[in-house]
């Protein structure tokens, strides 16, 4: 299974850098940061939407599982949100650090 979904990872990745146009004529070659950052912002909320449901169930009905299921969730949601928010990128110095832009720029 882990060899199945590393394959299925590789192909993905592939197909968005070396399938995709070089260039959009408006963005450049900065559009393709969609075909990563996207999908692991959505998965991360995913995660954490599971972890709302499990931690639901385990304070209702006192389901066991549903703890165990909310403590594994916890480190793959993060993880997939420091990669999201690590893979994202400012589109401007204003967007990184307003205060400092502001001195630099004005």
Same mark, same amino acid.
């Given at each position: 299974?882990?060899?199945?979904?590393? =394959?299925?990872?590789?192909?993905?990745?592939?197909?968005?850098?070396?399938?995709?146009? =070089?260039?959009?004529?408006?963005?450049?070659?900065?559009?393709?940061?969609?075909?990563?950052?996207?999908? +692991?912002?959505?998965?991360?909320?995913?995660?954490?939407?599971?972890? =709302?449901?499990?931690?639901?169930?385990?304070?209702?009905?006192?389901?066991? +599982?549903?703890?165990?299921?909310?403590? =594994?969730?916890?480190?793959?949601?993060?993880?997939?949100?420091?990669?999201?928010?690590?893979?994202?990128?400012?589109?401007?110095?204003?967007?990184?650090?307003?205060?400092?832009?502001?001195?630099?720029?004005?």
């Amino acid at each position: 299974l882990l060899w199945s979904a590393l =394959a299925t990872t590789a192909l993905g990745l592939g197909w968005a850098f070396l399938g995709t146009p =070089a260039e959009d004529y408006l963005q450049g070659a900065s559009y393709r940061i969609m075909y990563i950052h996207v999908p +692991l912002a959505w998965m991360g909320q995913f995660v954490f939407g599971v972890m =709302a449901v499990s931690g639901f169930c385990a304070l209702v009905w006192r389901v066991k +599982l549903a703890e165990i299921a909310t403590i =594994a969730a916890a480190p793959v949601g993060a993880a997939f949100t420091a990669i999201a928010l690590a893979s994202s990128r400012p589109r401007s110095p204003r967007a990184c650090c307003p205060a400092r832009a502001r001195r630099r720029w004005s």
